[in-house]
């Protein structure tokens, strides 16, 4: 849960920026071993700013992603 002093605003869009950078870099069609680290850890940051303040339903599209990329890094 968000701590009073954060601000809900900041995590959702923080949150909606990462998720669509993991995209952006699972669409590469070759990426280097820095891309698929900066990959990995974009999901679980995305995931982790929807784990303050979003719905189950967004909490679960965040684990479905990080799952995602983590089985394309094998």
């Known amino acids: 849960?968000?701590?009073?002093?954060?601000?809900?605003?900041?995590h959702r869009r923080t949150?909606?920026?990462?998720?669509?950078?993991t995209w952006d870099l699972i669409d590469q069609p070759?990426?280097?071993s820095d891309d698929d680290t900066e990959m990995l850890l974009c999901a679980a940051?995305?995931?982790w700013h929807w784990a303050q303040i979003g719905t189950a339903e967004q909490v679960a599209t965040g684990d479905?992603?990080?799952?995602h990329v983590a089985?394309?890094?094998?």
């Open 1 to 10: 849960m968000a701590s009073p002093h954060e601000d809900p605003e900041v």
């Open 15 to 21: 949150g909606a920026l990462l998720f669509n950078a």
């Open 30 to 32: 070759e990426r280097t």
């Open 45 to 47: 940051a995305s995931r």
């Open 64 to 67: 479905w992603q990080l799952a």
């Open 71 to 74: 089985g394309l890094l094998g």
